[in-house]
């Protein structure tokens, strides 16, 4: 599956965004998807994942409480809201596929199979 992200932006701390991923093709449905994100000189880290049908969710200890993740699979679309933001969430946000059915979402790098292009979220103080 091929993926596209958008959505990024600058926001002031506090605040909230919304990413979105689009896939291409029939097949998003049989994905497991997945956020992660990279900030400045950082490895690339697992922020949320969602199951196939959209029902079982896992996030990073940071993101519990604050981001969102969600997907409609009749528009082919993964989401992530994210509030109460901070400049430490500043960073490249991917998201990602993985053809295996995972339960609950793998939070590894390694898991995931398709990747989107990232889309750059920055936080100011």
């Known amino acids: 599956v091929q993926l596209q992200a958008s959505g990024g932006g600058l926001v002031q701390a506090g605040g909230s965004l919304s990413l979105s991923c689009s896939a291409s093709g029939q097949t998003f449905s049989t994905y497991v998807m997945a956020w992660f994100r990279q900030g400045p000189g950082k490895e690339r880290e697992f922020v949320a994942g969602v199951s196939r049908g959209g029902k079982v969710t896992s996030y990073a200890d940071d993101a519990k409480g604050r981001f969102t993740v969600s997907r409609d699979n009749a528009k082919n679309t993964v989401y992530l809201q994210m509030r109460g933001l901070k400049p430490d969430d500043t960073a490249v946000y991917y998201c990602?596929?993985?053809?295996?059915?995972?339960?609950?979402?793998?939070?590894?790098?390694?898991?995931?199979?398709?990747w989107g292009q990232g889309t750059q979220v920055t936080v100011s103080s």
């Open positions: 990602a596929g993985d053809s295996a059915p995972r339960y609950p979402p793998a939070q590894v790098v390694g898991a995931y199979d398709s």
